[in-house]
């Protein structure tokens, strides 16, 4: 029996990775088995980002990589789906017509249609519902032996930050209805998965669209689901993140205590630029609210250094606004252009120069904040959800605590995924907490 093979290669954020699983998951209802190997794939998909040139670029350079086995095997079906193939759409075949089809944002639920009207018709096929269609049709990936898993809540935004693609090619905010999220997640729970991260632009705009419920409604559901010890979400925007939610993580059973806050810049000038939509004196009370009702918390954020007109005088009040927050952990960008974007056309582009000396000079300043927090857990035991061997050391096991901390320790016990463990800090560096596990006495 002939055994046909599916590979499918991510590129960009979570949701991308969510959508790859569901696509994955009607490849197989098809007869598709996985493979990691690109010369052994029937069907190729290249599941696309644009919010950065660089990562096109990249894309372009596996779609030309990927021409020489369209060459060696006729039969070989390559696709591009995603973000770029919403934003460029037939313009990519005349790019490479080795193309077989492009499908877009809001269509990866027609992957099995597009699969068999390729094999019959072997011309170009193009599925690009608007950016704003609402809600894609609804796909499960099988959560398999899955400790975690990804669940899309909503999709698309309405903010329209002066630097970013996504709601040109993901449309409008549409949030699914509160009753499918919480039925895949019962599902989830019944086969074994231990943690679930709910995926959104704006996960705190969810439920604007409906009235049903807002997100802190749904979070309050979705913690009463026996099974399911560790609620993550991603990603909030600081405007919407209001009194409701907190206090419903605060009062909850498994809602993790990690706020990922992305501030973007540390200057009023800035952020009017790019249309972020509120000041460092409101974005200062809520992280002061968030640590006063939640004091174990953890706060991180996104910063994008060299924006468009951003001056030595932007960049030290940046510095200074780093120093006074401490946040756990700073996710740090350079700015790049994106064409189809305001800043793109913006007077006073930042050089490459300046903004690498830039940003630095920022991460020496948080790589010193971030260990001095993680020094303080020294001596300090830790809740740890189980994740399995790290990479490098199958007897070095990692697992994160409800804030988001990697922690490492030897394995001297039966701990498995999924399975919740303490752990006492021994040594405390800046990404990372080792530790030992604190195993029960047997008695």
């Known amino acids: 029996m002939i055994h046909y093979k599916y590979m499918i290669l991510t590129y960009g954020c979570q949701m991308n990775e969510s959508d790859s699983q569901r696509m994955g998951t009607q490849l197989e209802i098809l007869g598709y088995e996985k493979t990691l190997v690109l010369d052994e794939a029937d069907v190729i998909l290249l599941n696309t980002c644009c919010v950065r040139e660089s990562a096109e670029n990249k894309i372009y350079g596996k779609i030309g990589e990927i021409k020489h086995l369209k060459q060696a095997k006729h039969e070989l079906i390559f696709g591009i789906v995603g973000c770029m193939a919403q934003k460029e759409g037939e313009a990519l075949f005349k790019r490479a017509p080795h193309i077989d089809f492009v499908l877009g944002t809001n269509n990866i639920h027609e992957l099995n249609n597009i699969i068999n009207d390729i ?9 690009l519902a608007p950016a704003d269609g609402g809600i894609p049709q609804e796909v499960l990936p099988p959560s398999g032996n899955s400790l975690s ?3 899309p809540i909503m999709y698309g935004c309405n903010n329209f930050c002066t630097y970013c693609i996504v709601p040109y090619v993901r449309g409008r905010e549409h949030s699914r209805p509160m009753h499918s999220i919480i039925e895949e997640t019962k599902k989830y729970s019944a086969d074994g998965v231990k943690e679930i991260t709910l995926l959104g632009q704006n996960v705190n705009s969810y439920g604007k669209d409906m009235p049903e419920g807002d997100f802190a409604d749904l979070l309050y559901e979705l913690d009463k689901i026996d099974g399911i010890e ?3 979400y991603m990603t909030s925007h600081p405007r919407d993140l209001n009194d409701k939610v907190i206090e419903t993580i605060k009062n909850s059973r498994h809602i993790c205590t990690h706020f990922h806050l992305p501030v ?4 009023d000038r800035i952020l009017k630029a790019m249309n972020r939509g509120y000041s460092l004196e409101y974005y200062r009370k809520l992280a002061e609210k968030v640590r006063k009702a939640i004091p174990e918390c953890s706060l991180t954020t996104d910063l994008i250094i060299g924006f468009p007109g951003e001056t030595d005088a932007d960049f030290e009040q940046m510095l200074t606004f780093l120093r006074q927050m401490r946040y756990d952990a700073a996710y740090t960008f350079l700015y790049s252009k994106r064409s189809g974007t305001p800043a793109a056309t913006m007077d006073n582009q930042v050089s490459d120069s300046v903004k690498k000396n830039r940003l630095n000079q920022l991460m020496s300043i948080q790589n010193e904040i971030s260990l001095q927090i993680n020094e303080a857990f020294i001596n300090k035991t830790v809740q740890v959800m189980v994740e399995g061997p790290s990479r490098t050391d199958a007897s070095v096991y990692t ?3 409800s804030t988001n901390k990697i922690v490492l320790w030897q394995k001297n016990g039966t701990e498995k995924a ?3 463990l303490n752990v006492r800090i021994t040594h405390p560096q800046t990404w990372i907490l080792k530790g030992e596990a604190q195993y029960a006495k047997e008695k």
């Open 399 to 401: 697992g994160r605590t």
């Open 418 to 420: 999924g399975d919740i």
């Open 149 to 151: 898993v990804w669940i």
């Open 230 to 232: 560790r609620i993550r």
């Open 264 to 267: 973007q810049y540390g200057s």
């Open 119 to 127: 094999k019959l018709s072997r011309h170009h096929m193009t599925k």
